[in-house]
């Protein structure tokens, strides 16, 4: 993973757990339950949105060097792999 990549997803992944801490303070406080929902949509596509970085990247560089090298079988498994994992 190259360094701009990696500095990205850790910023996000920190965004995240800020939320994470946020929504354990509504849910101690007793916020209104559609305030606390809408919360965890946030979170939940700030991890989707972590997902495509990672995905990117691993398509781009891990997959496209096994191809490269002639692993086209373990390239074609972790693609499949991955696209049952994201229609979960």
């Not at 500095?7 to 920190?14: G, S």
Request: proline share 0%; with cysteine.
């Amino acid at each position: 993973m190259n360094t701009n990549n990696k500095a990205n997803i850790i910023r996000r992944l920190k965004l995240i757990e800020g939320q994470i801490r946020g929504l354990q303070r509504m849910v101690e406080a007793d916020t209104y339950c559609i305030d606390i929902i809408t919360q965890t949509s946030a979170v939940k596509q700030g991890l989707s949105n972590v997902e495509d970085v990672l995905l990117e990247n691993h398509l781009g560089h891990c997959v496209f060097e096994q191809v490269k090298s002639g692993q086209t079988e373990k390239a074609k498994a972790e693609i499949i792999k991955v696209y049952k994992l994201k229609r979960k």
